[in-house]
């Protein structure tokens, strides 16, 4: 039925046919209605399709659809045609503002394995400075013995089917696979790495209380294991644990002149708003004994020290220095991004990207444009760069000081701001902090060596900060350009300048910064230390390049691992607090540098009078006595009794002693060790012996190979410090005779380790009171043979500038 009236219907539309009739229209009347439709059509357009004084609808339909924020597409005002041309660099790589516009998360190479919690670390300073460890020379100084003694816990080293960087992802690896290699026990401790700047390679556990750690390399290399940061869980109070970390690479570290380790309770944090502070007794660093040729070649180094947990059921990070890792700093520069004040004069900008695609940002922070273009054009940039080493973190906190400084609301700070520009780069090397490298990007090369290069794909962000140098040297010059780094060799903060021998008119200048900041400073940067002379092996750094550029106050600033040996601050460690405030004081210290009072400009013409007067040169600056030295407000230096400078803030607490934990073997009759001498005195007795230990060994005579990336100092000093110069000579000659057999490591019986002792924990049994009382058994260092080759009279010359014997260690005790 449905079927028939359908076709009904077709049929009655095929034959109806409708025929309109119209009345005909009066010519004049026709045109007044034309007319006045364009009139309803035009307005109709105006109101759907608006004239927009930017362009047509073609232009901005692209301007908001298309797929790129690179393109500004504009209408011809004369021809209307759509234009469209690149924007300019600081539109192109300006950040949103938006708060609900987060910025990119940290990329990983796709190999890399993360933990999806993300770490997080209050910031604490102790009240009172946290002072060095005293060594008594007793302490062990055990051997590596290796997976065969011990169990592997956890293991963890990032694998690729290419040895080189290919790929990258926020978040690393898809696959996610567990890096415990044991089932655990429980009184085993748990290890783990996988976080931003974690590199803790291997974990074996040899005993209970007793733990080797291997390091990961840097990504793509096979060596600069020296920074390590790893979290240690399933703790337990009271108990006595050892850790060795055994496969460090440098021959020489501050743990022997009294660093220690860093240590963050997560309990601690929680409960009593401690941070980190330091840990660690019966430290020591040595080098261990090669038991093949490839590690004759290439020798390693054992830190090892006693660690005592606060709490029960932890999480504990164990850290070489204070982490500073690349989402701290997006959180720092994000919060400085959405300050309704600070964000008008302090713009954050995109300098490039890396392999990995990582951001890499500078701040320049300068005074609003004024209306004067003569004023603007005064303006000199100061460029200050940062974190080019990955593990260099105390170089982080010293930039934090200075974006906290100039962005503050001080008049200092709004001096500046007036006269200067800054360009603030807080990261360099955002690749390595990330997978936690120590010196390499990810091209596995160090990025301080390539500023030679003109290769952009491959070190973006040294071409990128060359080329942003060389434009402001165009534009309006560069006044100051810092590198700020980080070194574990030496105490206090220092500086490397470029001398400049060429010009005898501006001779010893680049020694006045310096020298100035030393008396703003005197407890913790050292005049002394510095160095200005230019080396062949650092052509290719960051303050050699910008010097040969043209740039005569081209610097880097490095500051110590461990502490301060000078002043008040002898002996005591740095915190965050002292980087922090050193970062301040550089800019205070610049006011007066850059100051053109005519007073301040005879100061500086005294200061080079004076140096020159007193014969300092590029590799022995003379420390002279500038007591006119003094600034225009403030107070003077509480430890520096030659100067003052600018101070406008009060004095700052201090920072408060990091629990002391309990050593329960400490001999009750040893002697307190004597003072370390003032470090100016020491420099002037010792100055003919440095001048003599720089012509110790031909190295054409004795390979002592060394890392060429690393800036090692004197070889020699790695040797046997017990033995006289002819003993060494007579073991080395030996030695190179000798092919060392290849022998099974066995763990000592000394490395057992008790339950530390408290007041209401006795000794168990009669047995174990017995082998307290007992006496330790001694562990030779050394190998030494009853064969003692005669020494060839005509080669002793080759041999006589050995260095004397730096430490008496003929025998090493575990004393826990």
């Not at 040297?473 to 470029?498: P, T, W």
């Not at 009794?641 to 001999?667: L, M, W, Y």
Request: aromatic residues 10%; glycine residues 4%; charged residues 25%.
């Amino acid at each position: 039925m449905m079927i028939e009236r359908e076709e009904q219907r077709k049929d009655f539309i095929e034959k109806t046919t409708v025929t309109l009739t119209l009345p005909s229209i009066n010519p004049v009347m026709q045109d007044e209605m034309f007319i006045a439709n364009i009139e309803q059509v035009k307005s109709l357009q105006a109101s759907l399709f608006p004239i927009c004084s930017k362009g047509t609808f073609i232009s901005n339909f692209l301007q908001n659809n298309i797929k790129t924020n690179q393109l500004e597409i504009n209408t011809d005002i004369r021809t209307f045609r759509t234009t469209a041309k690149l924007k300019e660099p600081r539109d192109l790589f300006a950040l949103p503002k938006e708060l609900d516009c987060p910025q990119q998360a940290p990329r990983w190479p796709t190999e890399c394995q993360v933990v999806e919690e993300k770490i997080q670390h209050i910031i604490w300073s102790p009240a009172s400075p946290e002072p060095y460890y005293i060594s008594s020379g007793k302490e062990l100084q055990p051997q590596p013995v290796g997976e065969d003694a011990g169990t592997v816990i956890f293991q963890y080293y990032p694998m690729s089917a290419v040895n080189y960087f290919s790929r990258s992802t926020v978040g690393g690896s898809r696959l996610y696979l567990s890096a415990c290699a044991s089932a655990g026990g429980e009184d085993e401790l748990k290890f783990e790495s996988r976080f931003e700047s974690g590199n803790l390679a291997k974990a074996i556990r040899i005993t209970s209380a007793y733990y080797e750690l291997h390091l990961r390399t840097d990504l793509y290399t096979n060596r600069h294991m020296q920074w390590f940061y790893f979290r240690v869980t399933n703790t337990k109070k009271q108990m006595t644990y050892r850790f060795s970390i055994v496969n460090l690479s440098k021959a020489e570290s501050l743990y022997n002149e009294g660093m220690r380790p860093l240590l963050y309770s997560t309990k601690d944090a929680q409960l009593h708003s401690i941070g980190w502070r330091r840990c660690g007794d019966n430290i020591a660093y040595y080098k261990n004994d090669s038991s093949s040729e490839e590690e004759e070649q290439f020798p390693s180094y054992t830190l090892t020290f006693n660690i005592e947990f606060p709490h029960t059921d932890d999480a504990v990070y164990i850290a070489h220095c204070y982490p500073y890792t690349y989402s701290d700093l997006q959180e720092y520069l994000s919060k400085l991004q959405s300050h309704p004040v600070k964000s008008t004069y302090a713009k954050l900008r995109l300098l490039c990207r890396t392999l990995a695609g990582n951001n890499v940002y500078y701040l320049t922070v300068t005074a609003p444009p004024s209306s004067s273009e003569t004023e603007q054009k005064k303006k000199k940039a100061v460029v200050i760069t940062a974190r080019v080493h990955p593990g260099e973190t105390p170089s982080s906190w010293m930039m934090k000081g200075f974006m906290d400084y100039l962005t503050g609301d001080s008049n200092q700070a709004r001096e500046l701001r007036e006269k200067f520009i800054f360009k603030l780069v807080p990261m360099l090397n955002p690749d390595g902090v990330i997978v936690g490298n120590n010196r390499c990007s990810l091209t596995g090369k160090d990025l301080n060596r390539q500023y030679r290069t003109v290769i952009r794909e491959t070190y973006p962000p040294v071409w990128h900060t060359k080329v942003m140098i060389r434009r402001l040297q165009e534009e309006c010059g560069v006044a100051m350009y810092v590198d700020l780094h980080a070194h574990s060799r030496k105490h206090n903060i220092f500086i490397y300048g470029c001398e400049s021998r060429k010009t005898s008119d501006k001779r010893l200048q680049e020694q006045v910064f310096p020298l100035m900041l030393h008396k703003n400073a005197a407890d913790k940067f050292s005049f002394e230390n510095c160095k200005f002379r230019i080396q062949r092996s650092k052509e290719g750094t960051g303050r050699v390049v910008v010097w040969m550029l043209g740039v005569s106050n081209s610097y880097t600033m490095e500051a110590s691992f461990g502490g301060s040996e000078l002043g008040s601050r002898m002996s005591t460690h740095f915190s965050v607090q002292d980087y922090e405030s050193l970062g301040r004081t550089f800019c205070e210290t610049l006011l007066d540098f850059c100051d053109e009072d005519p007073s301040k400009e005879r100061l500086r013409t005294k200061i080079v009078t004076r140096l020159l007067k007193e014969g300092s040169n590029a590799d022995e600056p003379t420390n002279i006595d500038l007591s006119d030295y003094s600034s225009d407000e403030g107070d003077t230096s509480s430890s520096s009794s030659e100067g003052g400078h600018r101070r406008e803030s009060t004095k700052q607490p201090a920072p408060p002693p990091s629990p002391i934990f309990p050593d329960i073997n400490k001999n009750l009759n040893e002697k307190p060790r004597k003072p370390r001498p003032r470090l100016e005195k020491m420099k002037r007795i010792e100055k003919k012996k440095t001048k003599r230990e720089t012509l110790q060994v031909s190295r054409a005579t004795i390979d002592l190979t060394s890392d060429a990336m690393t800036d090692m100092s004197s070889d020699a000093e790695s040797y046997d410090g017990n033995h006289s110069p002819m003993r060494r000579v007579q073991k080395l000659i030996h030695s190179s005779m000798k092919v060392k057999p290849r022998r099974k490591k066995k763990m000592p019986p000394e490395l057992k380790i008790v339950k530390a002792q408290t007041s209401d924990s006795p000794y168990h049994s009669d047995h174990e009171k017995s082998l307290k009382c007992r006496r330790p058994r001694s562990v030779s260092m050394f190998n030494e043979t009853t064969e003692k080759p005669r020494l060839n009279p005509a080669s002793w010359h080759q041999f006589r500038c050995l260095p004397p014997a730096k430490y008496v260690t003929t025998s090493q005790v575990l004393i826990l």
